[in-house]
């Protein structure tokens, strides 16, 4: 896709693109339909920049995805901890209330000690008078339960917290999802109704016309084993389709290729193109070596790998399969070497 585009200037100093909230990225991306079909002959065109879009789209809602994901394992990691916490307090309680029914009845404490085994003792605990009328042990003992109830309450604010923002997620990744499939939807609509001669064309033009090379004759070596490996497995998905949120094996999105690319090799990388441009340090387009990761455009939106000979190898976009293409195919932003 763009193989006709002049290569840009390198933006390596530019680093990795900084990460944005779920909720503005789906608003940016869910006003960006254009209004109008464009006109015949720039369908093609169009059909470009729908699949430029998508893939942003697509980007996005990895990252949402991943996001949410991470998210509901920190809600039921906090669960776990919070009914860990619990069970500590209602035994330091028990053990309490055990002890000041002793000495309640023994008359060496005051009856106004009963409320600290109420449900809510913090209010009682500031009362420092309380603590003239029992034992050392005893007072270090109930600053270690109000303590304990302290952190207990923090920790169910928190957890509170992270389960409002998973919901959030969750209506960021719906709202991508949908973004994604308005826009290929439409790409779609727009490549069936050009004429037989101009779809083909497109489609002609649209194939970096190496799709069977299973070697590139005079290729620089990989940087390092795990690129090497990272390459090897890259290559073995040659052919395989595009399919939007997808990392693997059956199918890839563009930053799902390299992730599942390297996830081979024993390296583990993050998900979106954005992120993967900061998994290691970069280099120049004279460095590149086979392994090195190869983002494009200024925001990083599509990802992938380079080959050797000026070729990558990425998962272009829907319709077109994993497949070699000019390493100058758009404007590169940065090459990471893993």
């Known amino acids: 896709m763009g193989s006709h585009r002049r290569l840009a200037p390198s933006g390596f100093d530019r680093g990795s693109t900084a990460a944005v909230g779920l909720l503005s990225v789906a608003a940016a991306l869910l006003g960006a339909v254009p209004a109008t079909a464009a006109p015949h002959d720039d369908r093609r065109a169009e059909v470009d920049r729908l699949h430029t879009e998508a893939e942003q789209a697509t980007e996005a809602y990895n990252k949402a995805d991943a996001r949410t994901d991470a998210l509901r394992e920190e809600v039921t990691t906090a669960q776990e901890s919070i009914a860990r916490q619990q069970e500590r307090v209602n035994t330091m309680r028990d053990a309490l209330g055990s002890l000041a029914g002793a000495q309640y009845r023994s008359g060496g404490i005051d009856p106004s000690l009963a409320l600290l085994l109420s449900a809510e003792p913090d209010d009682y605990l500031d009362r420092a008078s309380v603590l003239d009328r029992i034992t050392t042990r005893q ?54 109704a050009l004429p037989d001669d101009e779809r083909t064309a497109y489609q002609r033009g649209s194939r970096s016309g ?129």
């Open 139 to 192: 007072a270090g003992e109930l600053r270690e339960l109000q303590q304990a109830m302290r952190d207990l309450a923090q920790d169910r604010a928190e957890a509170a917290r992270k389960l409002t923002e998973l919901e959030r997620g969750r209506k960021a990744v719906a709202a991508h999802k949908k973004t994604v499939e308005r826009k290929l939807a439409k790409a779609r609509a727009l490549l069936a």
């Open 210 to 338: 190496r799709e069977d090379l299973t070697a590139l004759a005079g290729a620089a070596a990989p940087a390092s084993g795990r690129a090497g490996a990272a390459f090897a497995a890259a290559r073995s998905a040659l052919g395989k389709p595009y399919v939007w949120g997808a990392n693997g094996p059956s199918g890839f999105d563009c930053s799902g290729l390299t992730q599942w690319s390297y996830a081979q090799a024993g390296v583990g990388i993050p998900r979106t193109s954005q992120a993967q441009t900061g998994a290691g340090r970069h280099v120049s387009l004279a460095e590149a070596r086979p392994g090195d990761l190869v983002a494009y455009r200024d925001d990083a939106s599509h990802i992938g790998m380079y080959a050797g000979n000026g070729q990558v190898i990425h998962a272009p976009h829907p319709g077109a399969p994993v497949r070699y293409d000019p390493v100058g195919m758009m404007p590169i932003s940065s090459i990471t070497r893993v």
